[in-house]
T-cell receptor, first 114, second 115 residues
Framework: AQKITQTQPGMFVQEKEAVTLDCTYD???????LFWYKQPSSGEMIFLIYQGSYDQQNATEGRYSLNFQKARKSANLVISASQLGDSAMYFC???????????FGTGTSLTVIP | DAGVIQSPRHEVTEMGQEVTLRCKPI?????LFWYRQTMMRGLELLIYFNNNVPIDDSGMPEDRFSAKMPNASFSTLKIQPSEPRDSAVYFCASSLYGSGANVLTFGAGSRLTVL
């Protein structure tokens, strides 16, 4: 089974609107970390936000928030007030337990329309 | 901090040639990862090191690939001989294993084209 599933290959959003990128994960370990990365067309992988499995509150970083629903095993990324510069590939990732293995999803391509 | 430094940023070579990619992790990080990204296969983990020791190299495609980490501030990924199917972007990343979040920080990548 896939550890990380991103079911949206491509998404479009109007500038200034909010958008949600979906991510589900699969693990039986009670301790894990969830990450989102942005990869613009220039190619670098940029860390956006982190959520620990024991964190009580959803993580937020500026316009990014992580909608963490533990029972559903989902960790959706919400981008508020989209900007043209948000157009990029977005990858969800998980690290299980105390290990150092990171599992990445296949990514979602986001296009912000002016 | 300068971040994870990779070189070269771009490499074009001919089939059969040796390719060496280099990586300097973030100072103080104790884990280093080599990933390969292609359109067909996405992001693949090739190998990772903890405290300069290779922990998992099950992602290394075949014996043509080798990676070393002689010290905490330097790692190489070597392909010998190179083949056209090795064309990809190779990322190095580092993290502080044992820290709370253990965030993976990526370098800018090395784009390899094998003709």
């Amino acid at each position: 089974a896939q550890k990380i599933t991103q079911t949206q290959p491509g998404m479009f959003v109007q500038e200034k609107e909010a958008v949600t990128l979906d991510c589900t994960y699969d693990t039986s370990d009670p301790s894990y970390g969830l990450f989102w990365y942005k990869q613009p067309s220039s190619g670098e992988m940029i860390f956006l936000i982190y959520q620990g499995s024991y964190d009580q509150q959803n993580a937020t970083e500026g316009r990014y928030s992580l909608n963490f629903q533990k029972a559903r095993k989902s960790a959706n990324l919400v981008i508020s007030a989209s900007q043209l510069g948000d157009s990029a590939m977005y990858f969800c990732a998980m690290r299980e337990g105390t290990g150092n293995q990171f599992y990445f999803g296949t990514g979602t391509s986001l296009t912000v329309i002016p | 901090d300068a971040g994870v430094i990779q070189s070269p940023r771009h490499e074009v070579t001919e089939m059969g040639q040796e390719v060496t990619l280099r990586c300097k992790p973030i100072s103080g990080h104790n884990s280093l990862f080599w990933y390969r990204q292609t359109m067909m296969r996405g992001l693949e983990l090739l190998i990772y090191f903890n405290n300069n020791v290779p922990i998992d190299d099950s992602g290394m495609p075949e014996d043509r690939f080798s990676a070393k980490m002689p010290n905490a501030s330097f790692s190489t990924l070597k392909i010998q001989p190179s083949e056209p199917r090795d064309s990809a972007v190779y990322f190095c990343a580092s993290s502080l294993y044992g820290s709370g979040a253990n965030v993976l920080t990526f370098g800018a990548g090395s784009r390899l084209t094998v003709l």
